[in-house]
């Protein structure tokens, strides 16, 4: 099953935040997948000085269609009430069950493509990222911890597109700052990842 590869790469982030932070990053990871429907068989979150990074193994290429049954107002409340239910729901009067006095709304969703999922909760988990203290900078309105450079997504060997604060998702990334070649490089997954990381003196 397809691998889902996230580097956040930045400016310098503190020694003492690093080991939370990508405790933070998979915890997030977890939550928002699992919210979607969508359980990977393994996740993994690595800290260093200027990435934190996440993979996720065994996602499946699409989300599976989901039910649920919403109760809704009882039956002869409020025209107010019950029209907000409707927006809630996407349906109308019609398609609403009614049960024991109360009105219930099944609500059939069709599965998306996991790399849909993926680019929301990139964006989320940056924009809600729980950091101590955070910043901006340039003339954009995203705070990290310091500046944010490039963000790194890919799935199943493609990159997800999507943008965040004028940053764009790609396939690319760099090694040590001081040590390394200084220059970027592109990754299909995990294993690649990190061999070209280790090859220019970044070790996970």
């Not at 933070?24 to 990074?53: C, M, N, Q, W, Y």
């Amino acid at each position: 099953m397809p691998q889902l590869l996230i580097e956040l790469f930045s400016e310098e982030i503190p020694a003492r935040m690093q080991a939370q932070a990508a405790r933070d990053f998979e915890r997030l990871a977890r939550e928002h997948l699992a919210g979607e429907g969508l359980i990977p068989e393994a996740v993994k979150s690595f800290g260093g000085p200027r990435r934190l990074t996440l993979v996720a193994e065994g996602l499946p290429a699409t989300q599976g269609d989901r039910h649920e049954d919403r109760k809704g107002p009882r039956v002869g409340s409020p025209d107010q009430a019950m029209e907000g239910f409707l927006r809630s729901t996407g349906l109308t009067r019609e398609q609403l069950v009614e049960k024991d006095g109360v009105w219930f709304a099944h609500i059939h969703r069709q599965g998306r493509p996991t790399p849909e999922i993926i680019a929301e909760m990139v964006e989320k988990i940056v924009r809600d990222f729980p950091w101590p203290k955070s910043m901006t900078w340039g003339r954009g309105t995203l705070r990290w911890v310091r500046p944010l450079k490039r963000i790194v997504c890919v799935f199943d060997g493609e990159v997800v597109p999507f943008a965040v604060d004028g940053i764009e998702s790609g396939n690319v990334t760099e090694g040590h700052r001081f040590m390394g070649s200084g220059q970027p490089f592109k990754v299909r997954d995990f294993d690649e990842y990190a061999e070209k990381l280790a090859k220019h003196f970044v070790i996970l």
